[in-house]
């Protein structure tokens, strides 16, 4: 039980000060990744992010809600192979509205206030991932797979 605290720690401590992940989408059988600004919630059950609806991705999550997302640490550094760490979520990917748009917003500005002219723009849907499972890999190969459902 003790080392799952630790991964769980360590998988807490990485979203919390990584900005950015690789939005995995797909559609036609095809993969298809996309930079996008995170930001995780407390429990890890949920990870929120913007996009405006007329982008590739936004159409990909129309037609499958199916998504993985990676998010890391590393520096691009030779050390990156012994001390980085990575984290893919997988799960479904919903975009959020009234109430709940207002408050996951406040979430996420909190984290990335920069984009505030962007999320409030008409054409941007935020949308929350609902994370079924991490699949966390640090010191090259130590792997975890965390059931968060």
Known sequence: MERLTQWREA???????????????????????SLVAVVATDDL?????????????????????????????RSNEPEDLRLAMAATATGTAVELHGADRRQATAVYLRKHPQLAEFVAAPSCALMRIDVEKYYIVRHFQNVMELDVS
Not at 11 to 33: A, F, I, R
Not at 46 to 71: E, P, Q, S
């Open 11 to 33: 998988l807490s401590e990485l979203l919390k000060t990584q900005p950015l992940g690789v939005l995995c989408t797909h559609n036609d059988g095809q993969p298809y990744g």
């Open 45 to 73: 059950r949920h990870i929120l992010f913007a996009t405006t609806r007329a982008t590739r991705k936004y159409a990909n999550l129309t037609a499958d809600h199916r998504v993985g997302i990676l998010i890391d640490n």
